[in-house]
């Protein structure tokens, strides 16, 4: 005669079961909100940032725009020497000029921006700013640059 074999299975097993996917799927949905949680404190990091360099760049903008409008009103033919004279005067304590490269900072206290613009003669005789460079420095120590030639 063959030996039936049969697997018996208590009627507690079923409930084991059950406990065991039920806390299962707890621990993964109590992941799941753990991670969304720090998605979203990071997406509003990454938010304030942006609007903070992006306030800065508007800053250094204004800065240029400023200093065009100086070069701007300069009489026509002016020599480079009298221009850089009349820019110079009119510069914030903290900026300064090194041949035809006007260069200074913007700060928002954890942040700055160096920006550099060359001093440029239209052929119209008068002079324009062109920007050279700008550069965000944090203040955590870590450092992110970029180098534009703007026309």
Not at 88 to 104: K, N, R, T, Y
Not at 143 to 148: F, I, P, T, Y
Request: charged share 25%; aromatic share 4%.
């Amino acid at each position: 005669m063959k030996r039936k074999s049969t697997l018996s299975v208590g009627p507690g097993a079923s409930s084991l079961i059950l406990i065991f996917v039920v806390l299962a799927m707890a621990v993964l949905s109590v992941l799941t909100l753990i991670s969304s949680r720090n998605d979203t404190r990071l997406s509003t990091r990454a938010v304030q940032v942006a609007e903070a360099i992006y306030e800065l760049n508007e800053k250094a903008e204004e800065a240029m725009r400023d200093l065009d409008g100086i070069l701007q009103a300069g009489p026509e033919n002016e020599t480079m020497d009298a221009c850089l004279a009349r820019v110079g005067d009119a510069l914030p304590a903290d900026a300064e000029i090194l041949d035809d490269i006007v260069s200074m900072s913007v700060t928002d206290g954890q942040r700055s921006m160096e920006c550099a613009w060359q001093i440029r003669e239209d052929t119209e005789g008068t002079y324009s700013l062109s920007w050279v460079s700008h550069r965000l420095l944090a203040g955590t120590g870590e450092e992110w640059e970029e180098d534009e030639a703007w026309d």
